[in-house]
């Protein structure tokens, strides 16, 4: 049997989201996976496909944060016996380039210190590169030029990724961090585990905002930088060493 893959993908506020993200990927998949959605909602995800086998849907407690969606995300993920997570979200829709993902799962098998592969996400800045924590400062990220094909090294990448599970349930997300949990994760996990990036694979980035998700979502962020800026002990959140790659989109 094929390496069976978790897509993990947390809702907020957004049902016509994440239905049109669950349709991108039963419409580009030919792999042994399971769709596992966190809704985080007021009121319980209302998912158009009837698919019991091939995904669950979890009603988490109501603004729990992505950090905590996460982690019971992938808990249930390894209850399942999935080899592979993949981290996406109601706001990534999947392209055909996903169909076969041989090319990642064999790069993963093969290289057991190398944990995670980001994906290219399109119609998102640029967040892929090197990052760097510069003490009582900043944190630094040198971007890279994600249009470089192949498989290449580097210890920050977008929110869209496959991972092996052990390693997402060894590096857990902090849950104190509803959002702005992104540079915390990627230098904890860049710690012990390697990361790469690619973009044989991609996804489509819809930044469409229904509903009430736009109050929370700024709330959640005022809240969670300023506990992260205070956990590093630092005065100011990113600073880039090659500003002129940020925009750079594909």
Not at 25 to 35: A, K, P, Q, S, T
Not at 60 to 72: H, K, W
Not at 79 to 103: G, H, P, V
Not at 164 to 189: S, V
């Amino acid at each position: 049997m094929r390496d069976k893959i978790a897509i993990i993908i947390t809702t907020f506020e957004r049902p016509i989201l994440l239905n049109r993200a669950i349709d991108s990927i039963l419409n580009n998949w030919n792999e042994n996976f399971i769709i596992l959605v966190g809704n985080q909602s007021k009121r319980p995800s209302t998912i158009l496909v009837d698919i019991p086998f091939k995904l669950l849907n979890f009603s988490l407690p109501f603004n729990c944060g992505l950090s905590y969606a996460r982690n019971f995300l992938v808990e249930q993920a390894y209850k399942l016996d999935c080899d592979y997570c993949i981290i996406s979200a109601d706001s990534i829709c999947f392209d055909e380039s996903m169909r076969d993902l041989t090319k990642a799962i064999t790069f993963l098998g093969t290289n057991p210190q190398i944990g995670r592969m980001g994906f290219l996400l399109k119609g998102r800045i640029n967040w892929e590169g090197w990052l760097r924590l510069i003490p009582n400062e900043c944190f630094e990220l040198e971007l890279i030029d994600t249009t470089m094909e192949g498989i290449y090294l580097c210890n920050c990448i977008k929110n869209f990724f496959i991972a092996r599970t052990d390693t997402l349930l060894d590096i857990k997300w902090d849950e104190n961090l509803r959002m702005a949990e992104h540079e915390d994760f990627q230098l904890r996990y860049a710690e012990k585990w390697g990361t790469t990036f690619t973009n044989s694979y991609s996804g489509n980035y819809i930044g469409v905002k229904e509903g009430e998700f736009a109050q929370y979502r700024q709330e959640n962020w005022n809240e969670g930088m300023k506990y992260l800026l205070d956990k590093y002990s630092i005065k100011q959140w990113i600073r880039y060493t090659n500003p002129e790659l940020f925009n750079r989109s594909v």
